[in-house]
């Protein structure tokens, strides 16, 4: 797998993408929320840490499909964030 990081186009933050199987749009909403997990033995708190500690710097998270059809994050920075 390949992963990619890189800034955001249109706005200040960075993204995380990867060529992996990608995550479904019905899925997108709850990857964030304690607990979820695709793993038999998975923990589900991977992203929900990642999501405090975004928000904890007043940015915001969010997933989409990456261009090689795999998952990506996006972490967008506020406005006072950017540099």
């Keep these: ?22 995550i479904d749009s019905e899925d997108r909403k709850g990857v ?11 923990t589900g708190l991977g992203l929900a840490i990642v999501e405090n500690v975004v928000g904890a710097h007043g ?14 994050f996006e972490i967008e920075l506020a406005p006072a964030a950017s540099v």
């Design 1 to 22: 797998m390949t992963v990619r990081v890189g800034p955001l186009a249109d706005r200040a933050g960075f993204f995380l993408a990867d060529d992996g199987p990608g």
């Design 32 to 42: 964030f929320k304690r607990g979820y997990s695709t793993g038999g033995d998975g």
């Design 59 to 72: 940015w915001e998270t969010g997933v989409t499909e990456s261009e090689a059809g795999g998952a990506r």
